[in-house]
């Protein structure tokens, strides 16, 4: 149990594009979800945290209007990466706590996105 | 500004041996750990989970909790080159967002 899902894994587009990433519980409601990027050889870092039916809540220095969340369901978190720039590319990883749980968090295989 | 403190490593032990990896934290009032493991290029699993003082056992796995001295450990006996990886120590964030706070993470070697 507790997987969670994400799509695309892996994606390369253009500068000035906006890429949408998906973030999936697929055997539990997740009333909560979290976005990291991590950069390669660096620790993780959050990004924001998204409540289900809720706006999400961003760390300090995360652009919200850049980096669009949306949590429609108890099973479905959205990022989109809004006109993005090489500067942008990382490895995003979402997270999800399992409602009701012990606070556990289950990430996602992660998405790789490349900006050209 | 709550932390964990992890040691970077690399922690290089031999194929067999039991690996020792131990983390710090900053608030007191920390009730709930977790330990991730994270293969090069993949994303975080979970591991272990810990929320009352002692051990914890799961397999090869044993998470050792000390909330009087703050630190949280995790010994893998029977080292296998298949654990070579960073593992990162998280300590559940104040109030009821959810956050965990996460150490740099250290980084194991297992040689054969």
């Known amino acids: 149990g507790a997987v969670v899902s994400q799509h695309p894994s892996r994606v390369i587009c253009k500068s000035g594009t906006s890429v949408k990433i998906e973030c999936r519980s697929l055997d539990f409601q997740a009333t909560t979800m979290f976005w990291y990027r991590q950069f390669p050889k660096q620790s993780l870092m959050l990004m924001a945290t998204s409540n289900e039916g809720s706006k999400a809540t961003y760390e300090q220095g995360v652009e919200k209007d850049k980096f669009l969340i949306n949590h429609a369901s108890l099973t479905l978190s959205t990022l989109t990466v809004t006109s993005a720039h090489p500067e942008d590319s990382s490895f995003y990883i979402c997270?999800?706590?399992?409602?009701?749980?012990?606070?556990?968090?289950?990430f996602g295989p992660g998405t790789r996105l490349t900006v050209l | 500004q709550k932390e964990v403190e992890q040691n970077s490593g690399p922690l290089s032990v031999p194929e067999g041996a039991i690996a020792s990896l131990n983390c710090t934290y900053s608030d007191r009032v920390s009730q709930s750990f977790f330990w991730y493991r994270q293969y090069s290029g993949k994303s975080p699993e979970l591991i272990m989970s810990i929320y009352s003082n002692g051990d914890k056992e799961d397999g090869r796995f044993t998470a050792q909790l000390n909330k009087a001295s703050q630190y949280v450990s995790l010994l893998i006996r029977d080292s296998q080159p298949s654990d070579s990886a960073t593992y990162l120590c998280a300590s559940l964030g104040p109030g009821n967002t959810g956050k965990l706070i996460f150490g740099q993470g250290t980084t194991l070697q297992v040689k054969p």
């Open positions: 997270s999800a706590r399992v409602a009701g749980g012990n606070n556990e968090q289950f």
